[in-house]
């Protein structure tokens, strides 16, 4: 399609200087990790008004628009795969209030997390999700997604984080969720609705989110196991014990040595797996903590476990974590970084699971996890072009989800479904609470013109 001439001149009038038609910008505004699809032209608003604009004329004209914050997503969500506008958040960027008493930042939805939890520390408090991708990522994006990370095995999602929200209806209406407040109970909780709902409801443009104190400490340590379902024993042994670690991360061999190939990390020879382990609190109970699961790991099989001994050691396995995944890919040809979640004491059960079902389809498949809530991302490694391979993968996926499902878990974790989980959705979800899902969608977008053609296993607009 191509939009109407009426419409791009609304449209550059509306927001006169994010108006970008250009075929090198539509290419830059195509694609994620997962999908590629462009749009007709790109809208970049500075302010919820200028949004609620830009969608009261895509209503008019019958225009789809596909929501974008950084297009960090792994599973297509940003992707304009009918066509129509990519609405922007970069220039909305701004962290507008941020309250030390109140213990409440404010910020638009185009605010860098990252940015976010340094203007916060500066004030000696602490936003505690952390998404890998951090640096990158959006605060609206975020909350489409209830975005996750490390720090989740303790302090939780986005959604756990949110006081309220400033959004915009399709059609162009502002809505205003929650507020200051750290409790509200004021009606139905259509925050936490729209929190993970992947911009097919609303358009996020702001977020209040509550922060903690700042801990006093964090330690971290390293722990290599010369076997991968040992090693996520060691993990539901830690969780059942009492010990509330604020980071424990799971690496496999092939995802330590993509991180060794790129930036020189050493580890050991005989190592399988590595746990990143992290606790935080009072110094004073710091070192006590460590002894403590330093020897359920090693009465798991670890055969070396390793205080940081400063920022710089601690440093350098986050840059193997949080780094890790650009390594490999750029050390292959093409991969898909899937995302499951089981409960933790199935997390054993899983990794095996998923490293059967890889050998059975003979795909290469590295493994990482943010292992203490249960949460999978197997790397699958083949190529597209590849009729044979990319059925394979279409098959691995098919399996995964049916030994993840088998085990209580859920298809998705926190990368949200996008396009790359929407068939497989009817296999996890209720009849019920699909036909829910599909009125719910109905009532916010009769005319499915927000981010369409995403989750339609549930979210279409037909029965």
């Known amino acids: 399609m191509s939009l109407h001439a009426e ?53 008019r004209f019958e225009t789809p628009v596909t929501p974008r914050g950084s297009g960090t997503s792994l599973t297509g969500g940003p992707t304009p795969v009918r066509g129509g506008l990519v609405l922007g958040t970069a220039r909305m960027n701004k962290v507008l209030d941020l309250s030390r008493a109140d213990r409440i930042a404010r910020v638009q939805a185009g605010v860098i997390t990252a940015q976010l939890q340094r ?24 909350v489409a997604t209830n975005a996750g990370g490390a720090s989740g095995v303790k302090y939780g ?102 991180v060794k190939q790129a930036y020189d990390f050493d580890f050991p020879a005989e190592a399988q797996a590595l746990l990143l382990i992290e606790v935080d609190g ?21 055969f070396q476990t390793t205080v940081a001994a400063d920022e ?12 890790g995944t650009a390594a490999l890919v750029r050390q292959v040809s093409f991969m898909v970084s899937l995302d499951y979640a089981v409960p933790v004491s199935q997390l054993p059960a899983a990794v095996e699971g998923i490293g059967h079902i890889g050998r059975k389809h003979g795909l290469d498949v590295a493994v990482i ?39 209580g878990g859920t298809l998705s974790g926190e990368h949200g479904i996008g396009l790359e989980k929407a068939a497989h959705l009817p296999r996890q979800l209720s009849p019920a609470f699909l036909r829910l899902a599909r009125e719910i ?22 029965d």
């Open 7 to 59: 419409l791009k001149a609304a449209l550059r009038k509306a927001v006169p200087t994010g108006y970008l038609d250009a075929p090198e910008d539509l290419r830059v505004y195509s694609y994620d990790m997962f999908a590629r699809a462009e749009p007709e032209a790109v809208v970049l608003p500075e302010s919820t008004e200028q949004a609620a604009e830009v969608l009261a004329l895509a209503e």
């Open 119 to 142: 203007a916060v520390l500066e004030q000696g408090l602490f936003y505690p999700p952390n998404p890998t991708s951090a640096d990158y990522c959006t605060l609206g994006g975020n």
């Open 157 to 258: 999602v986005t959604r756990d984080y949110l006081t309220g929200l400033t959004a915009v209806l399709p059609g162009g209406e502002i809505l205003a969720t929650g507020g200051r407040c750290m409790k509200d109970v004021a009606g139905y909780d259509i925050t936490r609705l729209l929190c993970g709902s992947e911009g097919r409801l609303a358009l996020i443009t702001e977020a209040s989110v509550r922060l903690l104190p700042k801990p006093e400490a964090v330690r971290a340590m390293s722990a290599y196991f010369t076997d991968l379902k040992a090693t996520a024993e060691a993990v539901a042994a830690i969780m059942s014990s009492g010990y509330a670690p604020c980071t424990l991360e799971l690496m496999d061999r092939a995802f330590l040595k993509a």
């Open 282 to 302: 009072p110094e004073a109970t710091l070192g006590g903590q460590m002894q403590a699961i330093a020897r359920l790991c090693k009465e798991h099989g670890a």
């Open 312 to 323: 710089t050691e601690r440093a350098a396995l986050w840059q193997a974590r949080r780094g």
């Open 369 to 407: 996890a943010h292992a203490g809530d249960g949460n999978l991302h197997p790397m699958v490694i083949y190529d597209p072009s590849d009729a044979a391979q990319s059925a394979a993968f279409a098959a691995f996926d098919r399996d995964a989800c049916n030994a993840v499902l088998e085990l």
């Open 441 to 462: 969608k109905r009532s916010f977008d009769p005319r499915d013109l927000l981010n369409p053609g995403k989750c339609e296993s549930f979210c279409s607009n037909e």
